[in-house]
């Protein structure tokens, strides 16, 4: 039952993410997603309760995978590199690499910065919870060097990737 469940609740999320990106939250609906995932509507609302609660999941999933693809590529580019490039410098090109992989996380993500921040600040303490503070620990270190160096402003982290999206808009 467990592996079942697990598997479930995955083919919901994935299914999710392409509707969520595709329609937007509001536009998306649970008919839709449970049709993309090949289950039925009642397992939706068994899992996820309400549209919101899976839109929220799915927005945590998302951003998890674009967390751990960052955290991903700085270590790549310091192992090709011998280390010598700093993480702070090349956040960027990894903060790219990581959305540029899934069209899909980039339409959730920047839907939710427009419409409800709110969710974000929730998502990201919801991964801080879930026991995955490492990757959201090691995306704040590269922050808070990052500000210290002055290489970018001055944030709150309940709003780091938001923060980021606007900065890697206009860069100054």
């Known amino acids: 039952?467990?592996?079942?469940?697990?598997?479930?609740?995955?083919?919901?999320?994935?299914?999710?993410?392409?509707?969520?990106?595709?329609?937007?939250?509001?536009?998306?609906?649970?008919?839709?997603?449970?049709?993309?995932?090949?289950?039925?509507?009642?397992?939706?609302?068994?899992?996820?309760?309400?549209?919101?609660?899976?839109?929220?999941?799915?927005l945590t999933e998302v951003l998890h995978k674009i967390f751990y693809r960052i955290i991903s590529n700085i270590e790549q580019a310091h192992s090709d590199t011998g280390n010598s490039v700093k993480k702070d410098e090349c956040f960027f090109d990894a903060h790219r690499d990581?959305?540029?992989?899934?069209?899909?996380?980039?339409?959730?993500?920047?839907?939710?910065?427009?419409?409800?921040?709110?969710?974000?600040r929730d998502a990201i303490e919801s991964i801080k919870k879930d026991g995955e503070h490492k990757i959201s620990s090691e995306l704040l270190t590269i922050f808070e060097k990052g500000m210290l160096k002055e290489k970018f402003r001055r944030i709150n982290s309940a709003h780091v990737l938001s923060s980021v999206f606007e900065r890697g808009k206009n860069p100054q």
Do not use: R, W
């Not at 937007?24 to 549209?51: C, D, P, R, T």
């Not at 990581?98 to 974000?120: H, R, T, Y």
């Open 1 to 58: 039952m467990g592996k079942e469940n697990s598997d479930s609740k995955g083919k919901i999320i994935l299914a999710a993410i392409e509707v969520f990106a595709q329609k937007g939250k509001h536009g998306a609906s649970m008919e839709e997603i449970a049709a993309k995932a090949g289950v039925n509507k009642a397992l939706l609302y068994y899992y996820f309760k309400s549209k919101d609660n899976l839109f929220q999941k799915t």
């Open 98 to 120: 990581a959305f540029s992989q899934d069209p899909n996380f980039s339409k959730i993500v920047l839907g939710v910065i427009s419409d409800e921040p709110c969710s974000l």
